[in-house]
């Protein structure tokens, strides 16, 4: 394809990469959703500024919207993400022709920043106790969040099967249940030992 003369519009090029490109990675849902989220945001950005085509993208343009992006107070976190959607379209571009280099090579994600979880005090951990005394789902989907430390995506996706629950519920440590984790972070099932509580 000559790109120089390239009819192509970027929102024609996006179909195709989420229609096919990204369809064909081996990548989670929720990453595939959020990089699609990504690049939308980054064409809405560049079309109110006139730019439709492909061969009109450069880097520039990609570093103005990062700019922006951070401008919106965006966390680093968020803007890093946002640094890998726009990098993996703009690679799918080159690798189908139509640019000839790809903009985002030399685009440099934020810092990372060092942020540490915050754990529940005392207090926050026993008024979600209290909020769900008596509604014993919601109860034991609270204790496997709280004594497990699964993610929220992982324990939304529990089903009855993928929990064992000893004959007998004691603090005997060799009287331990377990969650069967599937599909967990890096696509993995891994299984986690559930304590007496």
């Given amino acids: 394809m000559d790109t ?40 809405t950005f560049l079309q109110d500024r006139g730019i439709t085509r492909v061969t009109q993208l450069d880097l520039s343009q990609l570093n103005t919207f990062l700019a922006n992006m951070e401008a919106l107070e965006l966390f680093g976190y968020t803007r890093r993400r946002k640094v890998s959607s726009i990098k993996s379209f703009c690679s799918f571009l080159e690798s189908v022709g139509y640019v000839q280099r790809d903009p985002a090579k030399r685009l440099i994600p934020p810092k990372w920043e060092s942020t540490s979880p915050r754990g529940l005090t005392e207090q926050e951990y026993q008024q979600l106790q209290l909020a769900v005394v008596n509604q014993p789902r919601d109860a034991a989907i609270i204790e496997v969040f709280l004594q497990t430390g699964i993610r929220l995506s992982e324990l939304a996706g529990l089903t009855l099967t993928d929990i064992e629950i000893p004959q007998k519920i004691s603090k005997d440590a060799e009287n331990v249940g377990s969650v069967l984790i599937r599909r967990g972070k890096g696509g993995k099932d891994r299984v986690i030992a559930l304590n007496y509580k």
């Fill in 4 to 43: 120089a003369t390239s009819p192509l519009t970027l929102d024609q090029a996006f179909t195709e990469y989420t229609d096919v490109f990204l369809a064909a990675q081996n990548l989670a849902h929720k990453t595939r959703s959020d990089y699609a989220t990504d690049v939308t945001q980054l064409l």
